[in-house]
């Protein structure tokens, strides 16, 4: 990332409240991370871990932990900040605003009756709200998004353009909606009889916590009678599948292209890797992580860490892979001892 | 879910033409399962699979078979009906109910030349119809959603909103498109020339039939010379992919993040659990069943249960993970006879 | 594929250039596969590949490489060409051919200030154009459509409807983004504390080369200090997600619903097979080929193919496969073994 002006080391260390070990009048012109900055870039080692390639660094300068400061080459300046990760933010801020988007109602727009808002809005272009939608304040709506009647939402809400916020979905303070997410729509439930589909009322709502996000292009069903929840703070990633009835705990993270299917419910502080599939009528216990593409088909313990298709102990999904690894070449003989044996 | 109203357990009775058990009088405001149902909720218990359920739930009233009422408890009312599922929707669609979206087209919609419907038809906000398209009566296209030209539609469809039915796409009657739906875009279809890719012509057509479900961001491409076809009466889920020139089969129930490669058929009453794969140029027998995440890389015989990768008969994968747990332990051991043995 | 007008075999050998064998004035009236023509088709044979469903063709006439001639049926009027896929596409241009959509902008559209384009451009219905957007020629916006601040594309860009471009991207000559698509939308990233997640400034960009194609619904996100890389000639297939700070070089082919996770890099000429999965701050060296559904947690060596969760060669997989078929119906007998052996 390149600045919108050169800067020194020394503004930037005012800028972000450190201290200063080195050249303060260093020029520097954007953001790079250690292994590829070069001497205009500045960059970071948010935390111990980062020691190996904060030694080798060409950065211009580093945003470090005060233990680290001695593991930073000397050619770097050093800007010593109780939160490296976190000064970088203000930097990036700083250097990376723009104008922002005006507060108001683009003329493209189309707000229903009883719709209203308290304090400022954002409506973009082609923005579609329909009746009795309630806002706090400060909410940001983005192009071609349509919010159905009756939602509700919390204060600071961020949607993206084109997304859909289906009738009566209740969203806390400070959602973010990433760009083409469906939030409420019906779930998939149906009866059969003698082959032919039926479909299950789905009049359940879909309640949203605060600081939750929601990825672009990932679909949260409503529930069918109950309701589908997802708590504060979990955040979600592009192209996830949320079914029907499903509850989400507190703080969760669920990663790109992860399936949850109806009436699951994953307690707080849990991880789903990346296309981690959960069947039915589960429970994944709080804490618990579930690896990359893993296939969760029964409950799943508080503070496991499961992986494989059907998901079981991580340690013995590998112990299970290395073992048919060894007996893999031995068939032969295994077969052929057997049948001496008989 | 809550009713727009209170209502009494004879009410609910008269409206669903059941057989009343108890209290007639019982006053209730919602719906809810079984087991979280209270005082003021009316339950319901489907088929006999409900009875523990029943046994144990302290739902105000319940819709049950005959043959259930000994089982429901006396706490409860019991309302006894033919069908208790159907009942509940008669029950959920009286007290839903909501002022339906009026027909008519919204004064931001925009309509091409030659488009035309018969009857009545809703266009919702910034609805976009191309030229020459024709529609059944009583349609609704939701908010945002773009109609090429010379698209067919039945009667009673349902497309909602963001969705793009591309050009000359046929749909039969009462098919349900949800939001953000991609319908007939163009296949994925290359020869390699020397490590560079030219575009194989995209120009099928994507029909299809009747009471058909399309779920949420799910996409289905056009064929490229052949068509892509979907039988009446299959629900698909949300966020699935079907590749061009795929053929599937009347009732069929494909789950959420399910994707066909092109050109495989898949015949009736097939269902595809969530995230299961199909590769290109295959066939999957009538009534087949694939688990979720199953990996089918050949023919899957009719009737058949597969699941794994590759996907193979479900009691197979079920005796080799057996197998394998119990081998793991063992491989030392088996390794050391061998050793001794040569 | 239907012909707008019927035509005979020797107009259409006359059309693509060929050397016409057998009756000229056969008429015809569309184009079909091999196995599935009848007499009023054209077919092809692309390669030798095609002989043995040459041979057996119904077709009327066939689109043939010259050594395929003594192949074909006499039944079948032969058009001997030097490529007979790219005949196909002269053909089906010249009889799928409608009426282009206009060049202009529509009036439903909106402009923002600073954006400008050389020569022709098609802007849709309801395509919403930022600020300062920069445009080669002859590019085409579809419907409802969202190109964000600061844009810059090349000549001849197609952007189907319902896409979002978002601010900063670049795009090169002749790039395809499909129905739908999100490119350069912040990336998924987090630091936590506490058990509390803290966004990492996603400020990056995302810049992709010509001749790139994207598919419908899937996300692209922008780096988060690096850059998010797409190289020249990358065909990229429905419901992909690709992380921030991907890699991926040229000439690549990516299936529906792979998912590469952050930071990973992709060497030039890669295959992913559908639903593959990536990890993070991997490599994958050129040529791979990662087989469907592949679950990559290491590093891939160039030109190496692999399968399965993990992925390890393909060969491996199946010989551990065959393994493990071969060891079920066994380990009673073993553990007996192993047990008096104690």
Same mark, same amino acid.
């Given at each position: 990332?390149?600045?919108?002006?050169?800067?020194?080391?020394?503004?930037?260390?005012?800028?972000?409240?450190?201290?200063?070990? @080195?050249?303060?009048?260093?020029?520097?012109?954007?953001?790079?991370?250690?292994?590829?900055? *070069?001497?205009?870039? #500045?960059?970071?080692?948010?935390?111990?871990?980062?020691?190996? /390639?904060?030694? =080798?660094?060409?950065?211009?300068?580093?945003?470090?932990?005060?233990?680290? +400061?001695?593991?930073?080459?000397?050619?770097?300046?050093?800007?010593?900040?109780?939160?490296?990760?976190?000064?970088?933010?203000?930097?990036?801020?700083?250097?990376?605003?723009?104008?922002?988007?005006?507060?108001?109602?683009?003329?493209?727009?189309?707000?229903?009756?009883?719709?209203?808002?308290? @304090?400022?809005?954002?409506?973009?272009?082609?923005?579609?709200?329909?009746?009795?939608?309630?806002? $706090?304040?400060?909410? #940001?709506?983005?192009?071609?998004?349509?919010? +159905?009647?009756?939602? +509700?939402?919390?204060?600071?809400?961020?949607?993206?353009?084109?997304?859909?916020?289906?009738?009566?979905?209740?969203?806390?303070?400070?959602?973010?909606?990433?760009?083409?997410?469906?939030?409420?729509?019906?779930?998939?439930?149906?009866?059969?009889? *003698?082959? /032919?589909?039926?479909?299950?009322?789905?009049?359940?709502?879909?309640?949203?916590?605060?600081?939750?996000?929601?990825?672009?292009?990932?679909?949260?069903?409503?529930?069918?009678?109950?309701?589908?929840?997802? *708590?504060?703070?979990? /955040?979600?990633?592009?192209?996830?599948?949320?079914?029907?009835?499903?509850?989400?705990?507190?703080?969760?993270?669920?990663?790109?292209?992860?399936?949850?299917?109806?009436?699951?419910?994953?307690?707080?502080?849990?991880?789903?890797? $990346?296309?981690?599939?959960?069947?039915?009528?589960?429970? #994944?216990?709080? @804490?618990?992580?579930?690896?990359?593409?893993?296939?969760?088909?029964?409950?799943?313990?508080? @503070?496991?860490?499961?992986?494989?298709?059907?998901?079981?102990?991580?340690?013995?999904?590998?112990?299970?892979?290395?073992?048919?690894?060894?007996?893999?070449?031995?068939?032969?003989?295994? +077969?052929?001892?057997?049948? =001496?044996?008989?």
């Amino acid at each position: 990332m390149r600045f919108r002006a050169e800067t020194t080391a020394g503004q930037i260390s005012d800028l972000v409240g450190g201290r200063l070990f @080195g050249d303060p009048n260093r020029v520097l012109d954007g953001v790079a991370p250690l292994e590829r900055a *070069g001497p205009r870039h #500045v960059s970071f080692a948010a935390s111990r871990g980062y020691d190996a /390639k904060l030694g =080798r660094t060409g950065a211009g300068a580093v945003l470090i932990l005060a233990d680290a +400061e001695p593991t930073a080459p000397r050619t770097s300046t050093r800007i010593v900040v109780a939160d490296p990760l976190a000064a970088l933010g203000v930097l990036v801020s700083a250097q990376h605003s723009r104008p922002a988007d005006p507060w108001g109602v683009h003329p493209t727009a189309s707000v229903g009756r009883g719709s209203r808002w308290s @304090g400022r809005i954002r409506l973009g272009p082609y923005a579609r709200i329909g009746r009795n939608v309630a806002f $706090g304040t400060e909410c #940001v709506v983005g192009e071609h998004t349509t919010i +159905e009647d009756e939602v +509700e939402l919390g204060s600071a809400c961020r949607i993206g353009a084109h997304c859909t916020i289906h009738r009566g979905v209740r969203l806390g303070d400070r959602v973010m909606v990433r760009t083409g997410a469906r939030v409420g729509g019906a779930g998939f439930g149906f009866v059969t009889d *003698g082959g /032919k589909y039926t479909r299950i009322p789905q009049v359940g709502n879909c309640l949203i916590g605060d600081d939750v996000e929601i990825g672009a292009n990932t679909t949260v069903d409503r529930g069918s009678l109950d309701d589908t929840v997802i *708590g504060s703070g979990t /955040k979600i990633d592009n192209l996830v599948q949320i079914a029907h009835n499903v509850q989400i705990g507190a703080h969760c993270m669920i990663m790109a292209q992860v399936g949850i299917a109806g009436s699951t419910t994953v307690d707080d502080a849990v991880t789903l890797a $990346g296309q981690a599939g959960l069947a039915d009528h589960l429970t #994944v216990g709080r @804490g618990a992580v579930v690896g990359a593409q893993g296939g969760v088909i029964g409950d799943i313990a508080p @503070g496991s860490t499961v992986s494989g298709y059907p998901a079981r102990d991580h340690r013995t999904v590998l112990r299970q892979t290395a073992a048919l690894r060894r007996l893999t070449p031995l068939v032969a003989a295994l +077969e052929r001892i057997l049948e =001496r044996d008989e």
